[in-house]
């Protein structure tokens, strides 16, 4: 993918080069915790990795002093994206079926770690399902990186 996306991008953009970019899926529900990985084990985008909301996005409750998703320390997420392999120089790619509510919150977590190459796909799983385009259901083999805060 020759341009970098940093705030939307729609379906068509990422087909081209749909291997090279780093894709979450983000589907949930704060009804239903096991919703999104579920959602993700019948079906999701190529190469996509699940992003869970309770588990990897969101940090300790502290009852009486947080709310039902704290963000992680940045020191964990850190560790948290280098676990999933990505790269400073990768394009990171995020949806869900929420209108973005729930990928904005990954989005937002990349940038604050200073990653600007990260967007939020318009139309979420609805639109590359209503597309027609290929979905998947094996899990993408990833090799932890040594991905640096604050680098480009």
Avoid at 36 to 54: K, R, S, V, W, Y
């Amino acid at each position: 993918m020759a341009d970098k996306y940093s705030t939307i991008i729609d379906v068509t953009s990422i087909q081209p080069g749909i291997s090279s970019c780093f894709i979450f899926d983000c589907r949930s529900s704060l009804a239903d915790h096991q919703y999104g990985q579920n959602a993700f084990n019948e079906a999701h985008i190529p190469q996509a990795q699940f992003a869970d909301l309770n588990r990897q996005l969101s940090g300790p409750i502290i009852p009486g002093q947080t709310g039902r998703h704290p963000l992680p320390s940045r020191e964990i997420f850190l560790q948290q994206v280098r676990d999933w392999g990505v790269t400073n120089d990768a394009q990171v790619i995020v949806y869900d079926d929420n209108h973005g509510a729930f990928a904005a919150r990954l989005w937002w977590m990349f940038r604050w770690l200073g990653h600007e190459a990260v967007a939020v796909m318009s139309g979420g799983f609805e639109e590359w399902k209503n597309a027609g385009l290929e979905l998947a259901t094996d899990s993408r083999v990833v090799t932890v990186s040594d991905f640096q805060e604050g680098q480009p």
